[in-house]
């Protein structure tokens, strides 16, 4: 956890997709609250994943859980073994590699944005 970690209120769908990513023993979570420093976006939820088969499982079941929660995504970038990509509008899924979630760097780059605390239920 970093100094920017707070305890706050999120949107039932970043519940739902912190939720499916635990289950299916994603590594790494963060939730990234960008309302207060990006214009086009709201939410960022970040998550590293073993495998390429593992990212595609945690895909699906994000894919799944907010569909059974009346949200379809914008579009999907991937299947890649490094990154995979949903987009929800206002809230984008990043599944990565931990090679490539260093390399890319998504929290340092916005690192001014809030990191509610979302524990899994």
Known sequence: ???SATAVSVPDEIQIIVDALDDKRAK???VLDLTGVSDALDWFVIATGDSQL???ALESEVLERLKAAGRRPRGVEGPSQRWLLIDYGDLIVHLMSSEARAFYDLEGLWADAAQPVVTPR
Do not use: A, C, R, S
């Open 1 to 3: 956890m970093t100094d």
């Open 54 to 56: 593992q990212l595609q």
């Open 28 to 30: 790494d979570i963060t």
